[in-house]
């Protein structure tokens, strides 16, 4: 198939951003991992850490959207994989909550400020 004929199927578009993001992960507030969000969109973001969590895992991402305020996002993890050249680092994917609809469109206008802000 050639390149042009290639069809967009995710409902939302992905911004490519990399930020410093924290989370925690289910019940236990009081433990922080930190990551670099590579990529977000109203339904999901996809994250790197040195932090593996499980599959299913409930969590809650905080990241700053650069005008002080820190947004937060939350869902369970989708995807979990190691990194091929680095073991100490996992690539995560985490689905947005169904029950945080109002999330949406706070993700999306940070990640609209930051893509403008980045070029």
Known sequence: MPKNDYEEKRQFTRVAI????SFTIDEHDEVSYYGISQN???RGIYLTTSHA???GNHIKIMFNDNGGSCVLAEGKVV???FDKKDP???HVSVELSETLPF???TITDSMVLLANKHG
């Open 18 to 21: 990399e930020t410093q993001i």
């Open 103 to 105: 999330m949406e469109q």
């Open 53 to 55: 969590p499980r599959l």
């Open 79 to 81: 995807r979990c994989k």
């Open 88 to 90: 100490n680092l996992f």
């Open 40 to 42: 977000h969109c109203a």
